[in-house]
């Protein structure tokens, strides 16, 4: 599987942004997809993740109202649409499939990793 993400950029505090990231291969549809992101001088963090079929999202505390993941298996495409972008947010985003159906928090989890798009919030 390669992942190809997209939609980073430089917006200001308040705004939004929606990444994407195509998946190539064929295992896209059976697995869990997340979206990670790393600031500089900071540790990798979890940020949200998708069940195979959508069905099941998981959130971190920092971004639960504000961004929204979605999946469309037809397109071989993950998203997340980010609202209300914080300074805090500034980061390389990646996108990653699992080696399961379902999402998780845990990096560990995540087999394919994408090359990352990056998001700069200003204030």
């Known amino acids: 599987v390669q992942l190809q993400a997209s939609g980073g950029g430089l917006v200001q505090a308040g705004g939004s942004l929606r990444l994407s990231c195509v998946a190539s291969?064929?295992?896209?549809?059976?697995?869990?997809m997340g979206w990670f992101r790393q600031a500089p001088g900071k540790e990798r963090e979890f940020v949200s993740a998708?069940?195979?079929?959508?069905?099941?999202?998981l959130y971190a505390d920092s971004v639960k109202g504000r961004f929204t993941i979605s999946r469309d298996n037809a397109k071989n495409t993950l998203y997340l649409q980010m609202n209300g972008l914080k300074p805090e947010d500034t980061a390389n985003y990646y996108c990653?499939?699992?080696?399961?159906?379902?999402?998780?928090?845990?990096?560990?989890?995540?087999?394919?990793w994408g090359q990352g798009t990056q998001v700069t919030v200003s204030s």
């Open positions: 291969g064929r295992l896209f549809s059976n697995n869990g």
């Open positions: 990653t499939a699992a080696r399961r159906a379902l999402g998780s928090r845990g990096a560990h989890e995540y087999g394919y």
């Open positions: 998708i069940s195979w079929n959508g069905g099941s999202k």
